[in-house]
């Protein structure tokens, strides 16, 4: 690493150690939905209050109980009957995914871009993430979907600090470099500090961890296969990775060769999954 990208390094762990380096916080709206789902005596009136209130949001999760993902025999044109097919848990999860859509915004125009093609990737990640659960595991597809959401959180602080010191905007090697070697650990520290479950909480680190041994496949391993499929045939050095030794292949019993978007089986649940998220 360059001694411009180390001492960037070195920069943002002492501001994240001082408190000096301010974390993303959720959306209000996020944060108040995931209080709904944690309260034992909250009810599909009380989500649909909190949701109502917000009406992108609202007409999202109403497109989502519309999904042909979930198959409904007829459509569904209220909040509160959306919520009743959804559930409060799955709800909760795709809200919030939904709602954190608007973290990706800065002022300067380059790292606009940069956040948006973040969250892009992260839609196109959860997507895929999605299916893989729906089709490879009894895991829940909602929280899979949140799982890929998240997988790059950490990218935001550091394109916050990129934003406050001009330079690294006009040294794109070295912002990837410490976006490479940080997000990760800082991904971590943000979801801990949102009081995510322990099964989300350390996505950020352990999808890249390829070579990790457990024992049965978790949320990790879907968006760590949904990361490497999302990056197939394109320049990204993801695609070079030899997946063949990523172990999380073996244990979502796939074909480490496989291109999910060019499955007959998967190519309509994969449409519709990417269709969630806009």
């Known amino acids: 690493m360059s001694q411009i990208a180390e001492r960037v390094r070195q920069d943002i762990i002492t501001a994240i150690k001082t408190d000096q380096l301010v974390l993303p916080t959720l959306p209000e709206v996020a944060l108040k939905v995931r209080e709904v789902a944690d309260d034992p005596n ?18 999202r999760i109403i497109r989502v109980a ?53 969250w892009s990737r992260s839609s196109e990640v959860a997507g895929i993430s999605h ?32 934003e406050d010191h001009p330079f690294l905007l006009n040294d794109s090697l070295t912002l990837d470099k410490v ?49 490497l499929q999302s990056y197939a045939g394109s320049n990204s050095p993801m695609a070079q990775v030899d997946c063949t030794k990523v172990t999380a292949f073996e244990r979502l019993g796939l074909d480490p060769d496989i291109q999910i978007a060019e499955s007959e089986d998967l190519s309509a649940d994969m449409e519709a999954a990417m269709s969630l998220l806009l």
Not at 42 to 59: H, M, N, R, Y
Not at 145 to 159: D, M, R, S
Not at 194 to 218: V, Y
């Open 179 to 227: 976006i490479d070697e940080l997000h990760a650990p800082i991904g971590d520290l943000i979801l801990r500090t949102w009081g995510f479950p322990e099964e989300l909480s350390h996505i950020p680190s352990q999808h890249m961890d390829f070579q990790r041994k457990i024992p049965k496949a978790d949320y990790a391993d879907i968006v760590t296969v949904a990361m």
């Open 131 to 162: 299916v893989l659960c729906r089709h490879y595991t009894k895991l829940r597809p909602d929280q899979a979907t949140l799982a890929g959401l998240i997988h790059k959180i950490g990218v935001l602080p550091i394109l916050t600090y990129a």
């Open 42 to 59: 909250s009810d599909i009136e009380k989500l649909a209050g909190v949701i109502g209130g917000d009406a992108a949001l609202s007409a």
């Open 66 to 118: 519309n999904s042909p993902l979930l198959r409904a025999s007829r459509a569904i044109e209220d909040l509160k009957t959306a919520l009743m097919r959804l559930g409060i848990s799955y709800t909760c999860n795709i809200a919030t995914g939904l709602a954190m859509e608007q973290m990706f915004q800065a002022t300067s125009d380059l790292i606009d871009m940069r956040m948006r093609e973040v």
